[in-house]
């Protein structure tokens, strides 16, 4: 499988909640870092720590450029907030690196913080 092939399966299987379709796809020393610098090494911790701040989320992916042994995915999220209101358009960037054909390294960026600050902050303006 190419870098862009096996990023988008692996953003696919996290998106479909398929945690053993997407584990196939990682390193078995894999570091994955989210915004705010939470870094995991197992995906039932990413699930455990994305549960409070999302019900549901997915990835309109723009683009992915490789580079060797990394690749770079961008687009938009969109999905529901805990409460169940809808949220979209909110950028993303992926960033992968790859070892021995699989993912070593995840970092991600993303405004969903950003956007959820606002969102809360305009829900209390009268």
Known sequence: MTPEETVRAFIAALEARDLQAAKTLLH???EMVF???????RL??????ARPRYRRVAKQIERIDVAGETAFAHGTLHGQ???GTAFGGIRFGDWFEFEDGLIRRQKVW?????VRL???ADSKTP
């Open 28 to 30: 078995s020393e894999i």
């Open 35 to 41: 915004p705010g610098g939470a870094t995991f090494h």
């Open 44 to 49: 039932e911790q990413l699930i455990d720590w």
């Open 81 to 83: 907030w805990p409460d």
């Open 110 to 114: 993303n405004d969903l913080a950003e």
């Open 118 to 120: 606002k969102a809360n």
